[in-house]
């Protein structure tokens, strides 16, 4: 896998579609305790419709490589590097994309420094307070005490778990491939920086900041996309729509059958949705379901 070194420390990407489309690129943002590999089937369905796309592993919990002891991996410190990312790789005029906690990272990046983002598609995710939505607020802050995490995360090395509603199940309407979901879980426990990340972030992560962005949310006028999957009980259809109305641009745009992941729920529908809004690809390319 592709690695790249930033001054929060190295990260690891996955890249789909071949350079020189006249598409812009994707760029994909995900949540908290998983990895890239969240968006592989989108990405793969990206590129066969000509568009390139790429997908950083944030250190949000289920990166191999822990970052540097003096990095800021608040949720703006963590959006940081997503823009150093964008910086390295010279990508200008993205599609940035957002899953969950990191729709709120996205969201941190446009209060940043929105100058390489074109466009932007949230599916379910954290906005205004919610962050995290009920009952992963608790366990958010339960789980910044020292080893409290370590511990309610020891029992997902057994697949029957992840994939339960005690751990990864209640996220997806598909079932799990449990190869991907033990790669979202061993970073955190077999090493221990990948541990102390993980843990600067959770005590770093407070509503009123994710709430405080949302009131400058509004000097973004570029094309925002939101793909809202209805039947996800923690980011409600409403979350959307009173999202969707901060922006000047935006439109949303509702997928059934899909829960939170929707990227693995639903990604050739995400892709179709994608590929539609981002501007400059031929119509032979802009594949239909």
Do not use: K
Not at 34 to 60: C, E, H, K
Not at 261 to 281: G, K, S
């Amino acid at each position: 896998m592709p690695q790249i070194t930033l001054p929060q420390g190295v990260l690891e990407y996955r890249e789909n579609g071949a350079e020189g489309s006249d598409a812009p690129v994707v760029v994909f943002v995900h949540g908290f305790l998983v990895d890239g590999s969240l968006w592989r089937a989108t990405a793969d369905a990206l590129a066969r419709r000509g568009i390139r796309a790429i997908a950083p592993t944030l250190p949000l919990g289920s990166h191999r490589i822990a970052m540097r002891p003096d990095a800021d991996l608040s949720p703006r410190g963590v959006a940081r590097a997503v823009i150093a990312f964008l910086e390295a790789l010279d990508l200008h005029d993205v599609t940035l994309v957002g899953n969950d906690s990191g729709g709120a990272i996205s969201q941190f990046v446009l209060d940043t420094d929105p100058s390489r983002v074109g466009r932007l598609v949230l599916t379910n995710c954290d906005a205004f307070d919610t962050f995290p939505p009920a009952p992963f607020d608790v366990m958010f802050r339960v789980a910044r005490r020292r080893g409290v995490l370590r511990a309610g995360l020891e029992p997902m090395r057994l697949r029957a778990l992840r994939h339960s509603v005690l751990g990864y199940g209640v996220l997806s309407a598909r079932p799990f491939d449990a190869e991907q979901t033990r790669g979202w879980v061993m970073p955190f426990l077999s090493d221990a920086g990948v541990r102390r990340d993980t843990l600067r972030f959770l005590r770093a992560a407070e509503p009123a900041d994710l709430l405080d962005v949302s009131t400058r949310l509004s000097r973004f006028t570029r094309p925002v996309l939101l793909c809202w999957a209805p039947q996800d009980r923690f980011f409600r259809i409403e979350l959307g729509r009173r999202l969707a109305a901060v922006f000047p641009d935006a439109r949303l745009v509702e997928i059934g059958d899909a829960r939170t992941f929707v990227p693995l729920d639903q990604p050739e529908r995400l892709a179709a949705e994608i590929a539609a809004f981002a501007p400059n690809v031929a119509p032979a390319q802009r594949l239909t379901l």
